[in-house]
C-alpha cells in the first residue's frame, strides 16, 4: 500500500501520540519485524525490542515529554515527518526542546523498514545539562 498524505499525517500523528503516551511497545510496533533504525547516524538499531529499549530510555528521562508532529511528506513508500520534542528531564531537571525529522521506508503494511533520523544532539546534551 502506498500512503496517500492524510494516512502519512495519521501514521505520524499516530507515532508521536505513543510518545507522548509513555508508550514504548506502541512506538516500537510502528516497525516491521525486520527494520533498521539509526539516529545522527549512529549504530543501527535493528529490532522492535531494541527500539523500545530506546524509547523507553528516553521516556524514564522525560516523564511529562510530548513529541509534537511539525510536518510530514510523503513519495511513494517514503516519508518524512519533523517533529519538536519538549520535557523536562528528570535528572538534571531542565527543561529541553528540540526539533528533528526522520526519514521512513514502508512496507506494503505501511510499517517502517528503515528510519534515518536527525537531531542536533550537541544542542540536546547542552539543555539537558543547563549550560
Known amino acids: 500500500m502506498i500512503p496517500d498524505p492524510v494516512t502519512a499525517y495519521q501514521i505520524a ?21 525486520q527494520t533498521t533504525m539509526s539516529m545522527n547516524g549512529g549504530d543501527p538499531m535493528t529490532s ?22 511539525d510536518t510530514v511528506l510523503v513519495a511513494d513508500r517514503h516519508m518524512i515527518y519533523a517533529w519538536t520534542f519538549e520535557g523536562r528531564h528528570k535528572g538534571s531537571g531542565n527543561k529541553v526542546r528540540f526539533s528533528g525529522w526522520e526519514e521512513w521506508d514502508l512496507d ?14 550537541e544542542d540536546y546534551d547542552r539543555q539537558v545539562a543547563g549550560t
Not at 522525560?62 to 513529541?67: G, Q, S
Not at 510499517?111 to 544532539?121: I, N, Q
Request: charged fraction near 25%; include cysteine; glycine fraction near 6%.
Open 48 to 69: 522492535r525490542s531494541q527500539i523500545a529499549d530506546m524509547a523507553a530510555g528516553f521516556m524514564a528521562d522525560f516523564p511529562d515529554l510530548v513529541l509534537a508532529l
Open 108 to 121: 506494503d503494511d505501511l510499517k517502517v523498514t528503515k528510519s534515518l533520523g536527525w537531531y542536533d544532539a
Open 13 to 33: 500523528q499516530d507515532h508521536c501520540a505513543a510518545w507522548t503516551n509513555q508508550s514504548p511497545e506502541m512506538v516500537a510496533g510502528r516497525y516491521a519485524e
